[in-house]
């Protein structure tokens, strides 16, 4: 389990297909306030998609990849 520190201004989050066929969870921003979890398959991205822009998380997630 990966376990990521989302901080208060990180935006609204997109699911996007990274390399190789793997979703991937991405607020669209670069530089220092990037977050880009990676994920296996697009279900479990959409989840952590939704849990992430509801606000639904305490500063981190965990994530079984």
Not at 36 to 59: F, M, S, T, W, Y
């Amino acid at each position: 389990m990966a376990l990521y520190k989302i901080p208060k201004n990180s935006g609204k989050f997109t699911v996007v297909t990274a390399r190789g066929g793997h979703f991937c969870v991405w607020n669209r921003k670069t530089g220092r306030h990037e977050i880009a979890i990676p994920v296996r398959d697009r279900k479990l991205a959409q989840d952590i998609c939704e849990k992430l822009n509801r606000g639904d998380h305490n500063g981190t997630i965990e994530v079984l990849q």
